[in-house]
C-alpha cells in the first residue's frame, strides 16, 4: 500500500506561483509512475502532468511552459512547480502514483486518472484576479 501527502497548496494572485509536494511511502518509490491531477468544483478531475520512472513527462497543454514536474527518488517526493498562475488553475491538486517497473509508457493514458491506483488526499490551490 502506498500512501500520498500533498502538501504546498495557497492562495496567490495570478501571475504568481506555488510548489506542490507530495511524499510517498510504503512502496518502491522509483518503480512508480506518478502524475498530478486537479479537479475544481463541478468538473471533472483532469490530469495536469505525469512523470515515469524514467522521467519521461507529459504535460496537458494547459500547463504547458507554466508548469514544472520533478521527482526524488532518494526522497520519495513529487514537485510540482507553478508559475504564471492563472484564475483558472485554482482547483484541488491530487498526486497519484501506479506501479511500473518496466517502465511501460503510452501518452494516450499518461493523464488518464484510471490508470492510477493510489491517490493522495489533496490540496487546495486558489488563484485571484
Known amino acids: 500500500q502506498v500512501l500520498l501527502v500533498e502538501s504546498g497548496g495557497g492562495s496567490v494572485q495570478a501571475g504568481g506561483s506555488l510548489r506542490l509536494s507530495c511524499a510517498a511511502s510504503?512502496?518502491?518509490?522509483?518503480?512508480?509512475?506518478m502524475a498530478w491531477f486537479r479537479q475544481a468544483p463541478w468538473t471533472a478531475r483532469e490530469g495536469v502532468v505525469g512523470i515515469e520512472p524514467d522521467g519521461t513527462t507529459t504535460y496537458a497543454d494547459s500547463v504547458k511552459g507554466r508548469f514544472t514536474v520533478s521527482r526524488d527518488n532518494a526522497k520519495a517526493t513529487l514537485y510540482l512547480q507553478m508559475n504564471s498562475l492563472k484564475p483558472e488553475d485554482t482547483a484541488m491538486y491530487y498526486c497519484?502514483?501506479?506501479?511500473?517497473?518496466?517502465?511501460?509508457?503510452?501518452?494516450?493514458?499518461?493523464?488518464?486518472?484510471?490508470?492510477?491506483?493510489?491517490w493522495g488526499q489533496g490540496t487546495q490551490v486558489a488563484v485571484s484576479s
Open positions: 510504503g512502496g518502491t518509490y522509483r518503480f512508480y509512475s
Open positions: 497519484a502514483a501506479v506501479w511500473n517497473r518496466d517502465n511501460s509508457y503510452e501518452p494516450s493514458v499518461a493523464l488518464t486518472p484510471a490508470r492510477y491506483r493510489y
